[in-house]
């Protein structure tokens, strides 16, 4: 670090876990960019003095993760198209002397599944669980595709308001029996999870777990820690396709690293560092006889969340 480094940051509480700063600084460093990031605790309550803080600290750009999106969505100067429609930010830009919020969570999703050659489309309609802010960006990202989205929550009115980000959006029904899940499975063809379930709670299993998946059906959950959660073995136990969530927090962390510099941001490097960073972590829970359970974290509000507060669903 010198004088003129660049500084970039990530806010949230709890903010300690994030895998962002990981995959930014190997960004900056393959790309020869005298930045650094680092991650900020900032408590609830206090997101709104953020953009004050971040004039004031000459910051160079910022991510933003619970429980801040929306305050500090109200605190920028101005807000892209996509973030002022969700009335949340995960990245704050400079334009000029103007602090931007934009929202990259939904095209970090989009660039994803076509990086993953998972299809969708008006005859592959998708399905997305959970109406909270991942939930709500996923559904409005992918309703610019002119994709049929049904959204399935718990509540019908966050249902109801996410479905309606979307042109072909519907809300459907919460499947509260093996019936109803099995119903609603085989009419789509991608099923994205934005709720904490399925990551081997044994008291709490998924009611998408279970169920007989198509070879041609897509799971994308959002969850990336544990990589391979019990949602996921299900489905691929039972014919399915299945994805966790590495992949959309890598592509949303690219969209902010170009925004912010401008340069192009390097994926393959910073896939990679996040894939080695993720088996570290597993090492070190083996080594410390850690039920992998018990650090989950997730990419569903984008920039590392922890699932418990994960699309604001009951636990």
Not at 279 to 302: D, G, Q
Request: glycine share 10%.
């Amino acid at each position: 670090m010198t004088g003129a480094t660049q500084v970039a940051a990530v806010i949230g509480d709890p903010v300690t876990h994030s895998l962002s700063p990981t995959l930014h600084n190997a960004g900056f460093a393959h790309t020869g960019l005298d930045w650094v990031y680092v991650a900020l605790p900032v408590r609830a309550g206090t997101g709104r003095s953020v953009i004050e803080a971040m004039r004031t600290l000459g910051l160079a750009g910022m991510n933003v993760t619970m429980p801040h999106k929306d305050s500090v969505a109200e605190a920028c100067d101005a807000l892209s198209a996509t973030a002022a429609r969700l009335g949340a930010v995960n990245t704050v830009v400079w334009h000029g002397d103007a602090l931007v919020g934009h929202s990259t969570d939904g095209p970090g999703l989009v660039a994803a599944l076509q990086d993953l050659g998972v299809a969708y489309g008006p005859d592959r309609p998708v399905l997305v669980v959970g109406a909270g802010g991942a939930a709500r960006a996923a559904v409005y990202s992918l309703g610019q595709h002119d994709v049929p989205v049904s959204v399935a929550a718990r509540r019908e009115e966050p249902a109801r308001l996410a479905a309606e980000l979307a042109p072909l959006g519907r809300a459907v029904g919460w499947p509260d029996t093996p019936l109803a899940a099995q119903a609603l499975l085989d009419d789509h063809a991608l099923v994205i999870n934005a709720i904490p379930l399925g990551m081997g709670d044994r008291d709490r299993a998924h009611p998408f777990e279970r169920l007989r998946w198509r070879e041609d059906q897509v799971l994308y959950d959002m969850v990336y820690w544990p990589a391979e959660t019990s949602l996921i073995r299900d489905v691929r136990a039972r014919g399915g396709q299945a994805h966790n969530g590495l992949s959309m927090l890598i592509h949303q962390a690219a969209l902010a690293f170009e925004l912010w510099t401008g340069v192009p941001a390097p994926v393959e490097v910073m896939t990679e560092a996040g894939q080695s960073a993720l088996l570290e972590r597993a090492r070190r829970a083996k080594h410390a006889n850690e039920p992998i359970e018990a650090s989950k974290v997730s990419a569903a509000e984008t920039i590392d969340l922890i699932p418990s507060v994960l699309d604001g669903e009951p636990s």
